[in-house]
């Protein structure tokens, strides 16, 4: 048996049974972690001893009958943004490169709490910014579909953890798509919860105000176990909401008779792959098949999406990456004056952060503020206005989550708008604030097609509903990436 193939809540029932210990099921995690981390380089640091001493207190306390949660002795991978105390923290820059936090993100805390194991921290993006992974500081991760193409971003270690079983669930950051964009690309699911349902205290940030950690796993059920966890209000962080935290299990019934699905026509235009315009909708055809009610519409305001998104984004990073100076956080140059010091220091930024920080700091000055951060959010609330007005007539909205499937490493380093269109299916959730979930529905080059599924702010549990119903009606996530001999 496999451990390292079988999801969260099937290791759970094998744990309390006492056919497996948590030691048993940790080791063959780790044991597969180094079987393809060579080639798929998805993490950046790797916690073996931690997780081992981890699992032995679950079994400890099996063993005196307690009662476990349905994610104690589970491995998991944190994205390398997300603190945790005593372990470096990179966020894939050099510029933190020897930071170690002195305190635990509340993610990880509630992660903890209810007995999950950790791993490593995974590779991304040099402070989430890029959609890729290919902007780290350290290394490239690949895809485990086809080690030739990329694996999303800016979560991509975590997405190509999942997908090659080094690790049963993972948390990613999402500011504009980046836990659902390596979520398609992967084959795995990947939830943007609605803004301020779970907490950002101890994630270091990109952009304040579309920010959003949230999980990535196998299956609906187990990303739905991990929701229960992190979700909630949290003091330390004034942005985390106090709207009550239902369980999130509870809506995991195959039912979506009477649901009315509302599929934007902007979404499958030009620039959309043929193919996966296609998987969606024959996607769509099944949950209409099941009952769910589907009707087109418009979404007047999608196309600006993007231009907001990289006016709003680069705004807030120029504005949050300002600390790292040399002086009060990160690396600092051993220059004599104090302005050689402060910009040598800032040069160990990738060309792409650079590059966000001059432009939100360009859209932020005087005399162009009004004419483009200002603008940009007066689109930013028409987009959220039309969304609220969408959710007045339909349960969900469903969309492709990319336009393409993964593309090849390198297709787009130098053609940045195009690497930027890959976002373009999943930036409106974040603008909004809305709730939105990737999944499987099917291949195209040997490659994974990803389904996105919006809902209501808050409405997590009906949009796991009409997922789960998808799920259970196909075989899209017990598909595996190629192996050979259990190596990549």
Same mark, same amino acid.
């Given at each position: 048996?496999? !451990?390292?193939?079988?999801?969260?809540? $099937? !290791?759970?029932?094998?744990?309390?049974?006492?056919?497996?210990?948590?030691?048993?099921?940790?080791?063959?995690?780790?044991? +597969?972690? @180094?079987?393809?981390?060579?080639?798929?380089?998805?993490?950046?640091?790797?916690?073996?001893?931690?997780?081992?001493?981890?699992?032995?207190?679950?079994?400890?306390?099996?063993? %005196?009958?307690?009662? !476990? &949660?349905?994610?104690?002795?589970?491995?998991?991978?944190?994205?390398?943004?997300?603190?945790?105390?005593?372990?470096?923290?990179?966020?894939?820059?050099?510029?933190?490169?020897?930071?170690?936090?002195?305190?635990?993100?509340?993610?990880?805390?509630?992660?903890?709490?209810?007995?999950?194991?950790?791993?490593?921290?995974?590779?991304?993006?040099?402070?989430?910014?890029?959609?890729?992974?290919?902007?780290?500081?350290?290394?490239?991760?690949?895809?485990?579909?086809?080690?030739?193409?990329? &694996?999303?971003?800016?979560?991509?270690?975590?997405?190509?953890?999942?997908?090659?079983?080094?690790?049963?669930?993972?948390?990613?950051?999402?500011?504009?798509?980046?836990?659902?964009?390596?979520?398609?690309?992967?084959?795995?699911?990947?939830?943007? &919860?609605?803004?301020?349902?779970?907490?950002?205290?101890?994630?270091?940030?990109?952009? $304040?105000?579309?920010?959003?950690?949230?999980?990535?796993?196998?299956?609906?059920?187990?990303?739905?176990?991990?929701?229960?966890?992190? $979700?909630?209000?949290?003091?330390?962080?004034?942005?985390?909401?106090?709207?009550?935290?239902?369980?999130? /299990?509870?809506?995991?019934?195959?039912?979506?008779?009477?649901?009315?699905?509302?599929?934007?026509?902007?979404?499958?235009?030009?620039?959309?792959?043929?193919?996966?315009?296609?998987?969606?909708?024959?996607?769509? +055809?099944?949950?209409?098949?099941?009952?769910?009610?589907?009707?087109?519409?418009?979404?007047?305001?999608?196309?600006?999406?993007?231009?907001?998104?990289?006016?709003?984004?680069?705004?807030?990073?120029?504005?949050?990456?300002?600390?790292?100076?040399?002086?009060?956080?990160?690396?600092?140059?051993?220059?004599?004056?104090?302005?050689?010091?402060?910009? %040598?220091?800032? @040069?160990?930024?990738?060309?792409?952060?650079?590059?966000?920080?001059?432009?939100? /700091?360009?859209?932020?000055?005087?005399?162009?503020?009004?004419?483009?951060?200002?603008?940009?959010?007066?689109?930013?609330? !028409?987009?959220?206005?039309?969304?609220?007005?969408?959710?007045?007539?339909?349960?969900?909205?469903?969309?492709? /989550?990319?336009?393409?499937?993964?593309?090849?490493?390198?297709?787009?380093?130098?053609?940045?708008?195009?690497?930027?269109?890959?976002?373009?299916? /999943?930036?409106?959730?974040?603008?909004?604030?809305?709730?939105?979930?990737?999944?499987?529905?099917?291949?195209?080059?040997?490659?994974?097609?990803?389904?996105?599924?919006?809902?209501?702010?808050?409405?997590?549990?009906?949009?796991?509903?009409?997922?789960?119903?998808?799920?259970?009606?196909?075989?899209?996530?017990?598909?595996?990436?190629?192996?050979?001999?259990?190596?990549?």
């Amino acid at each position: 048996m496999e !451990l390292w193939k079988l999801p969260a809540h $099937s !290791l759970h029932k094998l744990l309390v049974g006492g056919e497996v210990t948590a030691q048993e099921i940790t080791s063959a995690f780790l044991q +597969r972690l @180094r079987e393809v981390e060579p080639q798929l380089q998805a993490f950046i640091t790797v916690t073996e001893e931690l997780a081992l001493e981890q699992a032995q207190e679950i079994d400890r306390r099996r063993e %005196k009958g307690e009662e !476990l &949660p349905p994610l104690a002795g589970i491995p998991f991978a944190l994205k390398d943004n997300i603190s945790v105390r005593g372990i470096p923290t990179t966020c894939g820059s050099k510029m933190l490169e020897n930071y170690i936090p002195v305190y635990d993100a509340t993610i990880y805390k509630r992660l903890r709490e209810a007995g999950s194991v950790l791993v490593g921290k995974t590779n991304m993006d040099e402070f989430a910014m890029g959609s890729s992974t290919e902007f780290s500081a350290f290394h490239v991760t690949r895809n485990p579909w086809n080690l030739e193409r990329v &694996p999303g971003g800016s979560s991509g270690g975590s997405a190509a953890a999942i997908a090659a079983g080094a690790a049963n669930f993972a948390l990613g950051t999402d500011t504009g798509g980046s836990i659902r964009q390596p979520a398609a690309f992967c084959g795995i699911v990947g939830i943007k &919860p609605t803004y301020g349902r779970v907490s950002r205290y101890g994630v270091i940030p990109f952009a $304040s105000s579309l920010d959003q950690a949230g999980p990535m796993a196998r299956t609906v059920t187990d990303a739905a176990l991990v929701l229960n966890v992190i $979700s909630g209000h949290d003091q330390r962080d004034s942005t985390a909401l106090k709207e009550p935290v239902p369980d999130y /299990t509870s809506y995991l019934v195959p039912d979506v008779a009477g649901l009315k699905i509302g599929v934007p026509k902007e979404y499958f235009g030009e620039g959309i792959a043929p193919e996966v315009g296609a998987a969606i909708w024959e996607g769509i +055809r099944l949950l209409e098949k099941l009952g769910a009610r589907v009707e087109e519409f418009s979404l007047q305001t999608a196309s600006h999406c993007l231009s907001a998104y990289y006016i709003i984004a680069p705004a807030e990073a120029s504005s949050n990456l300002a600390c790292y100076d040399g002086i009060r956080y990160g690396y600092r140059a051993d220059v004599d004056d104090l302005l050689g010091m402060y910009t %040598k220091s800032r @040069r160990v930024l990738g060309s792409e952060v650079r590059r966000r920080i001059m432009l939100g /700091t360009y859209a932020l000055s005087a005399g162009y503020y009004d004419a483009y951060y200002h603008k940009a959010q007066q689109a930013r609330t !028409l987009i959220r206005q039309e969304f609220k007005e969408a959710f007045e007539k339909y349960d969900v909205l469903i969309t492709p /989550t990319t336009p393409n499937v993964a593309f090849a490493l390198g297709a787009m380093v130098d053609d940045l708008l195009a690497m930027y269109l890959s976002d373009v299916c /999943t930036l409106a959730a974040n603008l909004a604030g809305l709730p939105a979930i990737s999944l499987p529905c099917g291949f195209s080059q040997g490659m994974p097609i990803g389904m996105q599924i919006l809902g209501k702010p808050f409405a997590e549990g009906k949009i796991l509903q009409v997922a789960y119903t998808f799920e259970q009606e196909t075989e899209y996530h017990k598909e595996f990436p190629p192996v050979s001999k259990g190596v990549m």
